[in-house]
Structure formats: C-alpha cells, structure tokens
C-alpha cells in the first residue's frame, strides 16, 4: 500500500513489550520517501510504543526494521539518529536549561544525501527560523521559559538539525493551541514539500486529514486498517469502530 516512491523504512512482525506486558503484536507498516503517514487510534492503541520500537526504544521488541536499507531490528536510539532517522517524543524533552540556539546545536548532524547522489534536505538556523518564525524571535530564551507550544516547535527543530531523511512524530497536536496545531500543519507540509517524510502517531482526525498521504490504524497493538487518507476519512464504520471516543 506504499505510495510509488522509495521505501525508507519498513517494519515487518514488530512486536514490543513492557516489562511482562505485550503491547504490539505483529505491526506491519512502510512509509515510503516525500511521504506523510499517520499512525492512528484512540489512547493506549499502542501509537507511541510503535514509534518507540521503530527508534529502538524499547529493552524487548521482535521482529524486523529497516531504515534507508539498513536492519536497524536491535540498533540502539543513537544509531539509527545517525542513519538519519529522527524522532520527535510525546514529552517534549527539550533541555530546560539551555537556551534555544543551544538546544539547536546539540541535534545537529552533517549534510546527507541520497543513495543517488543527490543532496537529501538540509537545515540550517536560518532556515528553520523561517519555518519556525517564533524561535528565531527567541534565540536565547531559556528552554524551560517558553511555552509548550513553543517547546513543541523546539523539539521538532532540534530534531530537524540532524537533517533526518524521515521524522517520526509523536501527538503533535496533543495538548497545544489550535494556532500552534495549525502552524504545526503547515510545517509538516513544508517538510513534505522538502522531501522529507514523516510517520505521524496522531488521533486528532481533522489534523491527519490535513497533512497526511496515508493512514494506518491501530486498536491494541494490532493494525486493524490500512488505506489512504482521503478513504479512511470517508469510511464512517472505521471510524466508529477504532477512532470515535
């Protein structure tokens, strides 16, 4: 169910526990290059955990991974950054103590390019102060002073500063403004148009119709649906079935 394109990652029989517990059983998903996918389900679906187990965030998970053509199955988090895989945490966890052009700098990584040679997108200050225009008003504002929508912004930068070729983003709407959901909308979309891609873990339907390609559902730890955006939005039954509240 790819869309045409170069497959970045892939995930095959992805199981994942906590401790005793199983939580994913068996996830099979792909996102492929310049492409948005949303990884969706109510609370407790198992959205983070997936993107977790992908990063290789958890002690005990199963089954295969791969990134940019790399098995990244029993990589640690550091490496598969390296590869170019980005990861945007739930919590934020920008350093509270640093200001925001520190924390910027601490993510930041070489150019990369393409299997093919050609350059893979590239951030700079310069250009994420465009993307992010409240960021570049506050350069040396404390982390722990800002806002949470404006720290939401900052964990995506910093992330942006490692030039990841694929983002995985996790509830980025949860718990902001709507003018910070909107603004993170249109960075999504100024993302895809630079090519990067992105596997977004999102329950706020309106929100993945905005920006995503693609749609994967989950319902505990199982993907129980897959399809493209604009069909999962006009099947009613699904909907009810594993998003409705």
Known sequence: MAATGEILLEAQGL???YGAAQILYDVELTVARGEVVAL??????????TLKALIGMLAKRRGT??????????????QAARLGLGYVPEDRRIFTDLTVMENLVVGQQAARHWA????????????????????????????????????QMLTVARTLMGNPYLVLLDEPSEGVAPVIV?????????LKAQGVSILLSEQNMHFAELVSDRAY?????????????????????????????
Do not use: C
């Not at 997108?121 to 506050?138: H, Y």
């Not at 909107?182 to 100024?190: C, D, P, S």
């Open 15 to 17: 199981a994942a526990w």
């Open 182 to 190: 909107e603004q993170m909308a249109h960075m999504i979309l100024a």
């Open 217 to 245: 559902v989950l319902e505990k730890g199982q993907i129980r649906y897959q399809a493209t955006m604009k069909e999962l939005s006009h099947n009613d039954e699904v909907r009810r079935a594993y998003l409705s509240v």
């Open 40 to 49: 969706m389900g109510r609370n407790g679906a198992g959205k983070s955990t």
């Open 116 to 151: 093919d040679g050609s350059a893979a997108p590239l951030w700079t200050f310069e250009r994420l102060f465009q993307l992010f225009p409240n960021l570049g008003e506050m350069p040396n504002r404390m982390g722990g002073s800002m806002s949470g929508g404006e720290q």
């Open 65 to 78: 991974v791969k990134f940019m053509g790399h098995d990244i199955s029993r990589s640690e988090p550091h």
